[in-house]
């Protein structure tokens, strides 16, 4: 309907400023509908950014709020195609049935274009299910958890209590692997300092590597938690309000562990 307001915008215009004798309500009218089509527009570029598949999507239950701007938009709409007509109807020009049939074929192409976005959405939509289900296959996933986390992050989005457990689960499970590479080092280091050595350089370029590999380990992890820390803050910020209380502590408490390990 984006399309068809934003076509519809430019011919009430056209028509307020070649019709000498327009109403002064037929003005306001086009004045309105003329800011209506800016915000729809704000809202649609917005609807652009935020629909990537790669983004994570934390959905909640719809609240009362949501249903009341449902009903409030479908009025809002309903009264603007009314009033629309009358004006289109109550208009003394000689082109005026010109007006009505490119509204019709306006709405009718936008319509069928819809309709094949709709479709192209769908097949690249089944095409990605369909190369998930084959990286399954060959990865040899069994672990049904680890399944079903992954397939929330690439399709359905996680309800907020489970988006949480998955980012404590994650935060315990990297700290608890990066432990274990950082023991399985030092334990390498023990193992040659026990070791007497009798060619030096050898010891020394053997700890070197060794180093190396930890201090690798350590800022891959420092990284990894500076990348999980944006991610939260993000979603808590752009989820602010539909978040409860308890979540957004929950999801602070998890932003202040990460930091401490930076």
């Known amino acids: ?14 028509i307020l400023f070649t019709a000498d004798n327009s109403h002064y309500l037929f003005k306001t009218y086009c004045i309105i509908i003329f800011l209506l089509n800016l915000s ?35 009025l809002t709409a309903l009264i603007i195609a009314i009033v629309s007509m009358i004006f289109i109807y109550d208009l003394k020009v000689e082109y005026k049935s010109d007006i009505i049939k490119i509204v ?10 819809e309709k094949i976005l709709e479709v192209n959405s769908n097949d690249l939509f089944y095409s990605k299910l ?7 296959r060959l990865r040899s996933l069994t672990d049904n958890e680890l399944i079903k986390t992954e397939f929330q992050e690439r399709f359905s989005g996680f309800l907020v209590n489970e988006w949480i457990q998955s980012q404590i689960k994650l935060t315990q499970y990297r700290y608890q692997k990066f432990i274990k590479n950082i023991e399985h080092i030092n334990s390498q280091i ?33 990284s990894a938690c500076s990348d999980q820390i944006i991610e939260l803050e993000k979603s808590l910020i752009d989820n602010y309000y539909s978040l409860e209380e308890f979540e957004k502590i929950q999801i602070t408490k998890i932003i202040e562990i990460l930091k401490k390990e930076l």
């Open 1 to 14: 309907m984006i399309l068809t307001f934003s076509i519809g915008t430019i011919l009430i215009l056209y």
């Open 40 to 74: 729809g527009w704000s809202a649609f570029i917005l609807l652009i950014k935020n629909n990537n598949s790669n983004t994570l999507k934390i959905n909640s239950d719809p609240p009362k709020l949501k249903h009341i701007i449902l009903i409030a938009t479908i």
């Open 104 to 113: 019709i074929l306006s709405y009718l192409s936008y319509v069928i274009i």
């Open 130 to 136: 369909e190369a998930y289900e084959y990286e399954i």
């Open 190 to 222: 023990a193992e040659i300092d026990s070791k007497n050595f009798t060619d030096k350089d050898l010891e020394k370029k053997l700890k070197y590597k060794l180093e190396e590999e930890k201090s690798f380990h350590i800022k891959s992890y420092k």
